[in-house]
């Protein structure tokens, strides 16, 4: 009964952003076709969001909130679920941002074309070099008053969620380089709202996502502070809510740090 609620949830998730992109897709792109209105397109994408949200039962209780600095920021956040990346336009609609993600989702139709035309894709069969070239076009972005959003262990994993795996240095060099703040957010449950839908018993389902905004890394602390240490803080910043829960000890958690 649980997954066939899932597997027709799923669908009706899918003919909802279909139908929803189709309604946003022209004002969207023509905001994107000139470097100079792109910001125009955000509180659209923001209205998409919450409409889809809306329609499909979610809702965004964030705990401990705290209020974003003005001026470019990088945000950074666990990820085990595309609705991350939904409930970060609900979470901050007033602080225009880029995804610096990666380039799969250029081979998703109508999709692509925003991914390419506004955020940032990273090419990780190419080496090193891409990935400096991705971390160039993040640093030309927050110059012009962006905000990044990077999800540092580098995808969704599939295996011990939510155990968080390593960080990547990108979002802390990119932080160190351009002396921003840093915004640690730590999704609870979203894994338990809508799992990889590509996976046939995947959960798929409404309800109401937990999350946390913790204290903002000022921008003196990240310059001051060694990359090492500033990642392994925010590390453990992101998974301190989850050592809370009975079933997830410290030891197992932390055990991806080896």
Not at 90 to 106: D, N, Q, S, W
Not at 149 to 157: D, L, M, S
Request: glycine share 4%; hydrophobic share 50%; aromatic share 14%.
């Amino acid at each position: 009964m649980k997954n066939g609620c899932s597997f027709f949830f799923k669908w009706y998730l899918v003919l909802l952003f279909l139908v929803t992109l189709l309604l946003f897709y022209v004002p969207i792109l023509l905001f994107l076709l000139q470097d100079k209105t792109k910001k125009k397109a955000f509180p659209l994408f923001v209205f998409w969001c919450r409409l889809l949200c809306f329609l499909a039962g979610y809702r965004v209780k964030p705990k401990h909130a705290f209020s974003v600095p003005e001026g470019p920021c990088i945000f950074i956040a666990n990820h085990t679920s595309f609705l991350d990346i939904v409930f970060m336009y609900l979470l901050f609609p007033k602080h225009p941002f880029l995804f610096l993600g990666k380039a799969e989702l250029l081979k998703v139709p109508l999709v692509k074309t925003f991914f390419k035309r506004l955020h940032i894709p990273v090419y990780r069969n190419k080496g090193g070099r891409n990935a400096h070239k991705a971390l160039e076009a993040a640093d030309k972005a927050l110059k012009q008053g962006w905000s990044i959003i990077i999800f540092p262990e580098g995808g969704i994993k599939e295996h011990l969620v939510p155990v968080l795996q390593v960080f990547k240095d990108g979002a802390f060099r990119l932080a160190k380089n351009n002396q921003v703040p840093i915004v640690p957010i730590t999704f609870m449950n979203n894994y338990e709202l809508l799992e990889d839908p590509a996976v046939r018993q995947s959960v798929a389902r409404p309800g109401t996502a937990q999350v946390v905004v913790h204290p903002i890394i000022d921008a003196i602390t990240v310059t001051n502070t060694e990359l090492e240490d500033l990642k392994l803080n925010a590390f453990e910043t992101i998974n301190t809510p989850f050592l809370s829960k009975s079933k997830w000890n410290k030891r197992k958690v932390f055990k991806s740090l080896e």
